[in-house]
């Protein structure tokens, strides 16, 4: 089984986990500050994509909303 074989989930791989606070806290910095959800989420995948811009859209999409929903307690 080579990499290509695996499916690779950044939410999980500690190191690249490392920007996972900078994310979070744009995120939630937003939120506080009465920004809709879905703006906030967006500042993260940016966030996200500045740290990571070889993962594909899709990819930063997923990761951020895991990690999202990990640190509210909601899991889909």
Not at 69 to 74: M, Q, R, T
């Amino acid at each position: 089984m080579s990499c290509k074989d695996v499916i690779f989930d950044a939410a999980n791989d500690p190191e690249r986990c490392k920007c996972q606070a900078a994310v979070l806290r744009a995120y939630n910095c937003l939120v506080i500050a009465g920004r809709p959800a879905s703006v906030a989420l967006e500042a993260a995948k940016i966030v996200y994509a500045y740290h990571h811009p070889e993962d594909s859209k899709q990819d930063r999409a997923l990761t951020v909303e895991r990690w999202v929903c990990a640190e509210a307690g909601h899991f889909h």
